[in-house]
């Protein structure tokens, strides 16, 4: 199963890293996505991970504060957030799938795991 973890409270400024790691699966083998859903907002797309950890993609507004890597060795894939505002506050979940083309773009994942919140206090 596919969990998400490391999320907590944080001022804005500050930083958080959330690790996603599977114990029946080996991640190695998928592309690795972050999403999150704040309250009352549809889920977005933060950024996927090759299965390789070669690649990398962002949504726009996460470019530059958030790094998603991975370490295939511990099977876990690993999101930091720097620079932390209110509005990065949400549930947020990894999820995996076979890398075919739309991994990078956030659609098709198969896989999903329990999200942990990310709250950012002003």
């Known amino acids: 199963q596919l969990q998400a973890s490391g999320g907590g409270l944080v001022q804005a400024g500050g930083s958080l890293r959330l690790s996603c790691a599977d114990s029946?699966?080996?991640?190695?083998?998928?592309?690795v996505g972050w999403f999150r859903q704040a309250p009352g907002k549809e889920r977005e797309f933060v950024g996927a991970i090759s299965l390789s950890g070669g690649s990398t993609y962002y949504a726009d507004s996460m470019k530059g504060r958030f790094t998603i890597s991975r370490d295939n060795a511990k099977n876990t894939v690993f999101l930091q957030m720097d620079s932390l505002k209110p509005d990065d506050t949400a549930v947020y979940y990894c999820?995996?799938?076979?890398?075919?083309?739309?991994w990078g773009r956030g659609v098709g994942y198969a896989y999903w795991g329990q999200g942990t919140l990310v709250t950012v206090s002003s």
């Open positions: 999820a995996a799938r076979r890398q075919t083309p739309g």
């Open positions: 029946g699966r080996t991640l190695t083998i998928y592309a």
